[in-house]
């Protein structure tokens, strides 16, 4: 089975704060996704990653960074957490070829204060 | 205009109805269609998936598929109170890595 694990299943952080999300797949995907989803919004593409250093913006990059310096594991920065930062974030990875399925981590639900 | 469009619904139907769920999509390029579960407080889990024109089954879930009207849905039979969630159409970007989701549809059944 693929697996897909994220750090934490609940964070509290402060206005201005650095924060790490980590992502670990165990399946040797080359593709790793970082989204984010809202009431009313569905999910929103922050990055993605296709191999280990390589990035790509989303539709919504602004105030997030990411880092993917081995295979399996894909993190998402927030460089000075806002309010409007609050949410719950989704780390997903596909199987690749014709598939493509995504698989999708437990996810985080990120609160700023 | 979105890349994928999904009625939010809520949608409800009696246990043991068919459930119908529709999504529509703007790139004709499009090739790669998924439909996900979502149960409150989870993250989305793959029902099935669906490539060509046409009818999928897998258990009592069909996908359909029709790509000149760019159109995808998913059939529900013989539903079940288990089934209540949240329902997203994704559609793979056909030429990129990205994928593009729906905004969901609720569905409740009813006991």
């Known amino acids: 089975d693929v697996k897909v694990t994220q750090s934490s299943r609940y964070l509290v952080k402060r206005t201005g704060e650095k924060v790490f999300l980590e992502c670990v797949q165990d399946?040797?995907?080359?593709?790793m996704f970082w989204y984010r989803q809202d009431p009313g919004l569905g999910l929103r593409l922050i990055y993605f990653s296709y191999d280990v250093k390589m990035k790509e913006k989303g539709d919504i990059p602004e105030g997030y960074s990411v880092s993917r310096e081995k295979k399996e594991r894909f993190s998402l920065i927030l460089e000075s957490a806002s309010t409007n930062q609050t949410s719950m974030y989704l780390c997903?990875?596909?199987?690749?070829?014709?598939?493509?399925?995504?698989?999708f981590g437990p996810g985080t639900r990120l609160l700023v204060l | 205009q979105k890349e994928v469009e999904q009625n939010s619904g809520p949608l409800s139907v009696p246990e043991g109805a068919i459930a119908s769920l529709n999504c529509t999509y703007s790139d004709r390029g499009s090739q790669s269609f998924f439909w996900y579960r979502q149960y409150s407080g989870k993250s989305p889990e793959l029902i099935m998936f669906?490539?060509?024109?046409g009818d999928k089954e897998d258990g009592r879930f069909t996908a359909q598929l029709n790509k000149a009207s760019q159109y995808v849905s998913l059939l529900i039979r013989d539903s079940q109170p288990s089934d209540s969630a949240t329902y997203l159409c994704a559609v793979k970007h056909p030429t990129g890595n990205q994928f593009y989701f729906g905004t969901g549809t609720s569905l409740t059944v009813i006991p």
């Open positions: 997903a990875s596909t199987v690749g070829g014709h598939e493509e399925t995504q698989y």
């Open positions: 399946m040797d995907h080359e593709n």
């Open positions: 669906i490539y060509s024109n």
